[in-house]
DNA sequence: CTGTTAGCGCATTCAT
DNA sequence: ATGAATGCGCTAACAG
């Protein structure tokens, strides 16, 4: 048995310290707003106030509670704070289990960094159409344990019972539109037009397009203003490979191209990952990029410039995506700004690199 | 005046229709369990019983209970359930900004995946040393809104003041061991080793590193096994320089590499990404890659299949990391696994590709 | 400007 | 097996 033994406090390490102190408190989970009051001899509405109005409480008292709250190492209790103020500060991102990690993860980035200087925290959540996680995202859009949410899915939840468009939060998707919900989009149909344009000037007119997956809404915008455009000029004629946005459907469409009779002399494919498994195959079989084909992608992703050769490419505004998304969020849970007041649109920028030159050039 | 008239449900969205009966209940904000209760002719205890623990609820009353559920669209409010259970069944999972994206969008995977099929949710933070954030991610561990985190970022957020570690929820750490934590990692002292020995058995003596950012575990690992390794051969030279396992950090590490007196011949680095910026660099001042110079990476990125040449490197398990490090967290939070009983290791495999070949072969 | 009080919605005693 | 009542920790009315 020790009596009298002495624990030097300052040799501790700090969190042996703090652990001590908060022992002291009323019960074992840490110290509650009571105990602050306690400390500090004044209410637990003062202790409250001084913490989320400051401007409210007379600068001595408010000094003698922050004192306190340092002290104790007092941290709020968040689920208490949520259900009494009937929001949580968090947002849920909802992703498709195959996404594209290079595109989406800036965009993320932006997310988080917005959400973040503004005091949210982000719930992230994969779902695919018809697995048991779709109905619990719908679920979580119910329960009040979110305050809004981003799609980056390009579809919304929706298990045919319901949807989570239906929970009545706002909602912002990002890169996608989804009806129902305000769209942060980007002009990928001019984009994509001002890209076909290069390769025309550069006196292509043989063209083959790399498809992204059935009725995805890129795949339809893009698709259809290559088309229309292409449509315009009596000399051109447009291809089409089915894909999925993986290198791998890459590799399978570069395939079917080398079995082509008459090959295209330009290719642009819906992603940078696609046309990046496409030169790569077409190249091993002796094909040249760009000698004997222009190879275009689209999104920018960093590889771009990296891969062999370097991709022409239309770069998004990956991060500014996610932030501008995050943003119109966080404006529409303030009440400042309402599903009326999109679509937001932000502008790509082609980038011309190696891969695609004038017919005959390269 | 609209008198007597009639809306078909049936032909109306499902959300038109629930929306409409959720207006019949209590207030505006929703279905309560009181509500549900009424509805059922129970009491609340019964509902809550028959939703969290089924079997003690005679089948009768539970069909009932559920039957009310779905009809008025329930689903509990998890501040209030997390604020009486005391747990709210998500998670942290912290990252830093500048993390590797084609590396980590995997065991994010893993995690996510993992926790999902328990029914916890995952919250993700980005941190850097030193900014604000650090000091939220930090309030978050106290303040009840999780149950348990995972560092992907390689080091614990910590102010000087406390640190996450101080909370006192379980913690796992994957990829890189952080201490106080349960740490999910690869032999990657090992693997690097047999890349090492590869390497020999083509002839190579002479040897560069491209090393990762200083203080990084993975970095100091990595490079203490293979300097360890090769001061065992007398005949081997190892010379580094330093980088940040970034694309650019490679091609800034080729301009050195290009302007060397002796150049070393085999190449070693420290992830994936650098290999890759080093390789185009090299490659596009005339040297041959593997014919002049092999170059071998690390982790096993799915890039590594796409560049030019394709790169030998260590595969490392990214999904079954991040779900070990998932399924750790859950044990810990069952009470079936503590600290003590970690670190957990996985296996890495050896990836040859044409990045490499023997010494004046290629 | 500050203290007292009530209640957010739920899970869990304690009775029955 | 079920119901009544309590309190998780906090903030917002209301009083003073």
Redesign the pocket.
């Known amino acids: 048995m020790l009596i009298g033994f002495e624990i030097d406090y300052k040799t501790l390490p700090y969190s042996r310290r703090e652990r001590n102190l908060v022992t002291q408190t ?2 074992g ?9 306690l400390h500090a ?13 400051p ?4 600068p ?3 000094d003698k509670v922050l004192e306190a709250v340092k002290a104790l190492g ?4 968040a ?3 949520s ?4 929001r949580t500060r968090t947002i849920l991102v909802v992703t498709r289990k195959r996404w594209s990690a290079p595109f989406f993860s800036e965009v993320l980035n932006g997310i988080d960094t917005t959400l973040a200087r503004a005091g949210h925290a982000m719930i992230l959540g994969n779902f695919d159409a018809g697995d048991r996680r779709e109905e619990e995202i719908i679920d979580m859009m119910f329960s ?1 344990h979110i305050d809004g949410a981003i799609i980056l899915s390009g579809i919304a939840a929706d298990t045919g019972t319901r949807s989570m468009l239906d929970a009545g939060l706002p909602i912002v998707s990002i890169s996608a539109a989804v009806a129902g919900t305000l769209a942060i989009v980007t002009d990928e149909g001019e984009s994509i037009v001002r890209l076909a344009d290069h390769l025309l000037d550069g006196g292509h007119r043989r063209f083959l397009y790399l498809a992204g997956p059935l009725g995805n809404y890129n795949e339809t915008v893009r698709w259809a203003a290559l088309r229309a455009h292409l449509a315009g000029r009596a000399d051109a004629t447009l291809a089409r490979i089915e894909g999925d946005y993986t290198m791998p459907a890459g590799i399978a469409a570069a395939k079917d191209f080398l079995a082509m009779a008459e090959r295209p002399s330009a290719v642009v494919a819906c992603n940078d990952e696609m046309a990046i498994g496409f030169m790569k195959t077409v190249r091993a079989a002796g094909v040249a990029v760009p000698g004997a084909v222009s190879v275009a992608g689209f999104d920018g992703i960093e590889f771009a410039d990296y891969c062999e050769p370097t991709l022409t490419t239309i770069r998004q505004p990956r991060f500014e995506l996610g932030a501008a998304g995050a943003e119109t969020l966080l404006k529409m849970l303030a009440g400042t700004m309402a599903l009326a007041d999109g679509p937001v649109r932000l502008v790509n920028r082609l980038r011309l690199a190696d891969s695609t030159a004038p017919l005959g050039a390269g």
Chains 1, 2 share one sequence.
Do not use: F, H, Q, W
Request: glycine share 10%; aromatic share 2%.
């Open positions: 009323t019960n989970r840490g110290p509650k707003i009571r105990d602050v009051a001899g004044v209410s637990t509405a003062t202790v409250s106030r001084a913490l989320t109005d401007a409210s409480v007379r001595a008292l408010r007092y941290t709020p209790n689920a208490a704070r259900l009494r103020a009937g009040g």
